[in-house]
C-alpha cells in the first residue's frame, strides 16, 4: 500500500485517520507513475472500470476519481505542474468526453 495525496488530507481530515494521505494499491500507483512519465512523450491511454455484473453500487466510479486524484498528484509532482483535480476534470459519459478535449487546453509537454 502506498499512501498519497498527504498534504491534501493532514491526519484527521476524517474521523479514524491515523496518517496523513490516502491508500492505494502499490501496483497501482507504480502504473500510475510510470504512465505520468509517458505521457511527456506524446503518448494517449485509455482506462476502462466496468463491473462484470453490470451492477450500480459496485464502486466504479469511486475507483475512477481516486486513480484520477492520485495521477493528477503524480503528474503535478513529476512535470512541475498544477493542475487542479476537481469536478471540471472529471467526466462520466464518451460524449462529455470528447466535448471536455476539445474545450481543454492541452496539458502535453514537450521535451
Excluded at 501496483?27 to 491511454?45: P, Q, R, V
Excluded at 492520485?70 to 476534470?89: D, G, M, Q, S
Aim: glycine residues 8%.
Amino acid at each position: 500500500m502506498v499512501k498519497y495525496c498527504k498534504e491534501k488530507y493532514p491526519k484527521g481530515s476524517w474521523k479514524g485517520q491515523q496518517s496523513d494521505g490516502r491508500f492505494m494499491d502499490g501496483w497501482l500507483y507504480k502504473n500510475l507513475e510510470m504512465y505520468a512519465d509517458k505521457i511527456s512523450k506524446d503518448m494517449t491511454f485509455l482506462g476502462i472500470i466496468y463491473s462484470s455484473t453490470l451492477e450500480v453500487g459496485t464502486g466504479k466510479s469511486v475507483l475512477a476519481t481516486q486513480i484520477g486524484e492520485a495521477w493528477t498528484e503524480i503528474v503535478n509532482k513529476r512535470h512541475n505542474l498544477n493542475i487542479p483535480y476537481n469536478l471540471n476534470n472529471v467526466v462520466w459519459r464518451p460524449k462529455d468526453l470528447i466535448d471536455r478535449a476539445f474545450n481543454l487546453q492541452s496539458i502535453l509537454l514537450y521535451y
